[in-house]
């Protein structure tokens, strides 16, 4: 029996690189398959997993995995797998910091997506920061609605970065602040995280797309989650672009705990129970009608509480 990390996924497969450096194929045993039955995906990218070695002489190497068993994870991100589907799909599994790539224009990202995104993140104990990309291409309009992204976010404690993949600008820092972490890209497709990482690590010779003039959205290039290890011990998994970010197995009256800005509020509201939608003396509301909840986050806050698991959208 072996150990090792997953690093690929391509749905059927599983590549885990074991401790000693090497990397086998693996598929999951049958068992294992029905431990999650709402998961399409019992094991992810980043989790830790024993395997039992198989001959097989259809394979480059002659032997490949059968992955028995996976180590407790510390954390993952969770995403519905479709819009149709009640099932979810785990993106990664033990990941110290997430990043989340945003583009004002280019395609558009919106708050909504942004802040489901971050919702989930803090949910399943996970730090993360944005990455706002192409600023090489902003308009003075463009810029304008950086600065309303950045007043935002960067004021209810997320860091945020100002880059431009394009053209090698600002990268510096942020690969700084993700030596010797297992860090997580993830964005709607076409914002340039595969840009991103190339600049990070050149080695990496990530495929990058390009943004469809009709729509302003990006092609998919990345259709599996892979992690890569750059020459710094530091780990880094792609995903695949995603279109929309719903949040699964959540409460509603637990969502407010994690916009980090109601939080602090909570204990202020009138009724223990209370919504923050319609009662009175709840502190909430009252943050969001004198501008010191942002509108957006608020507006968000609402969307998440009024969905039934229906169909999830970037807006």
Request: hydrophobic share 35%; proline share 3%.
């Amino acid at each position: 029996m072996g150990k090792g990390l997953v690093i690929r996924s391509t749905g059927s497969w599983y590549s885990v690189k074991t401790d000693a450096g090497v990397v086998i194929d693996c598929r999951i045993k049958g068992k294992l398959r029905m431990k999650e039955v709402r998961t399409t995906n019992p094991v992810a990218v980043g989790d830790r997993v024993e395997f039992d070695l198989q001959y097989d002489d259809t394979t480059k190497d002659g032997v490949t995995g059968i992955i028995s068993s996976v180590e407790a994870r510390k954390n993952y991100i969770i995403r519905k797998a479709s819009n149709l589907s009640r099932e979810s799909q785990i993106i990664a599994a033990n990941i110290d910091h997430a990043y989340i790539v945003v583009t004002v224009n280019y395609p558009v990202t919106l708050p909504g997506f942004i802040d489901r995104y971050l919702v989930s993140a803090m949910a399943y104990r996970i730090p993360a920061s944005l990455v706002f990309n192409k600023l090489d291409l902003y308009t003075e309009k463009d810029y304008e609605k950086l600065e309303e992204y950045l007043q935002t976010y960067e004021s209810i404690g997320y860091k945020c970065y100002q880059v431009s993949a394009e053209k090698n600008f600002n990268i510096g820092q942020l690969h700084e602040d993700i030596k010797g972490k297992i860090s997580l890209f993830s964005g709607l497709s076409g914002v340039g995280k595969s840009s991103i990482l190339n600049c990070i690590d050149p080695e990496l010779k990530l495929k990058t797309g390009i943004i469809s003039d009709h729509h302003q959205q990006g092609k998919h290039t990345t259709t599996f989650a892979e992690m890569f290890e750059t020459h710094d011990c530091t780990y880094i998994i792609d995903t695949p672009g995603i279109r929309g970010f719903g949040v699964i197995d959540m409460e509603k009256e637990e969502i407010a705990h994690y916009f980090p800005e109601m939080f602090g509020l909570l204990d202020q509201c009138r009724f223990f129970n209370c919504t923050h939608t319609h009662e009175p003396g709840c502190a909430v509301k009252t943050a969001a009608e004198n501008g010191e909840i942002p509108a957006t986050r608020y507006e968000s806050y609402l969307s998440l509480i009024s969905e039934d698991n229906g169909k999830y959208r970037q807006a």
